[in-house]
């Protein structure tokens, strides 16, 4: 079995088999979903009964998700546009976030279905913002989730007007699609907001450009990912527990979660660029050490960062613990899961 060269310790968890080698582009999220499941190695035997299907998992509430996106935005006048959004929003990517939200709501007892247009949102939103930062005025990346990014598609007008109409259609969608007390839509939309704007991900790309060609320590690339990447992985955690009724504690649990897997997320990703081609990522690989990124393995070594990977998925688990040990059982093998895409070529 080839491995990525990244060395993670031995508990996280060991796929059970190998990835066909004729995995092809054409079906991006079928390699992200390797045909195995998931399994703890270690302790060896302690966590037998904790065999979870996260393939079939991640598979059938991604379907459902597409299936939401995708009558959440059907093809109309100006047609083009829709087209636009269409494009990015229905393209084969791994529906984390949603997936987050949905797990979320369920772990507290709430049904999909009150969580499944903030659940939309969240990718909207995220849609958007990997849209705008593909743009030649930001990273400049023609590949996005193995298709051409949407302003090679069609044109950066385009593709700036195509990701601001997501954004705005992303609250606008929660907020009218939700069958949910509306506090608990406010507090959602709320929620996205904030992750989203000025002290959120905006500001991940803001200190992401002012820190360009520079060198940054460890504290400044964790504060770049805690926006970037982390904040819309808190909400879309956080807000699953409000659209299921959750308490306040559990909240806040589920929001560090989604910090503690934001940064994972971003770990994994730094790893991958080293590791793995431009096919196996669907983006160009290498670009982070062409452009003079830093990155986690730049500053720690592939194995260190290894290790703060396996340090991450051991937090996200600490905040699982006292929930539902069954209804918890996605969002713990989801961390695992994260953690393993590193591994494999
Ligand atoms: C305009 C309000 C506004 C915000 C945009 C451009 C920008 C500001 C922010 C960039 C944010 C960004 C692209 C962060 C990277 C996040 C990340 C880890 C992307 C990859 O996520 P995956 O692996 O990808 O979940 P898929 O394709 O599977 O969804």
Same mark, same amino acid.
């Given at each position: 079995m080839a491995y990525a060269s990244v060395c993670f310790p031995m508990n996280v968890p060991v796929m059970t088999t190998c990835p066909s080698p004729s995995w092809s582009l054409a079906s991006r999220r079928r390699r992200f979903l390797p045909a195995v499941r998931c399994v703890s190695s270690v302790p060896k035997v302690a966590d037998e009964a904790d065999l979870f299907d996260l393939k079939q998992y991640m598979a059938e509430k991604a379907r459902r998700v597409d299936a939401a996106l995708d009558r959440a935005l #059907?093809?109309? #006048?100006p047609e083009r546009l829709f087209a636009a959004m269409r494009y990015s929003l229905l393209s084969p990517g791994k529906r984390v976030r949603p997936v987050l939200t949905l797990a979320a709501c369920e772990l507290v007892g709430g049904d999909e279905s009150a969580a499944m247009p903030v659940a939309c949102a969240a990718e909207m939103i995220h849609v958007m913002s990997l849209i705008h930062d593909d743009l030649p005025c930001i990273d400049n990346d023609d590949v996005r989730r193995g298709r051409p990014a949407n302003h090679v598609a069609f044109g950066e007008g385009f593709a700036v007007l195509a990701g601001d109409a997501l954004h705005c259609f992303a609250y606008e969608h929660a907020a009218a699609a939700t069958r949910a007390p509306p506090d608990r839509v406010l507090r959602a939309v709320a929620e996205l907001g904030r992750a989203t704007g000025a002290e959120g991900l905006l500001a991940g790309q803001i200190m992401d450009i002012e820190c360009e060609g520079k060198e940054v320590g460890l504290e400044v690339l964790e504060g770049i990912h805690l926006h970037k990447t982390a904040k819309l992985m808190e909400a879309a955690a956080a807000c699953g527990v409000i659209m299921g009724g959750g308490r306040e504690e559990e909240v806040e649990r589920l929001r560090r979660y989604g910090r503690v897997l934001g940064l994972l997320c971003q770990v994994v990703d730094d790893i991958m660029d080293v590791t793995k081609t431009t096919e196996e990522l669907g983006k160009t690989a290498g670009k982070d050490s062409a452009c003079g990124k830093t990155t986690y393995p730049k500053l720690l070594g592939l194995e260190a960062a290894g290790r703060v990977a396996e340090e991450l998925v051991g937090k996200a688990e600490e905040e699982l613990q006292g929930f539902d040990r069954n209804r918890a059982r996605p969002l713990r093998h989801l961390a695992r899961y994260i953690a393993n895409l590193a591994r494999y070529n």
């Open positions: #059907p093809l109309r #006048p």
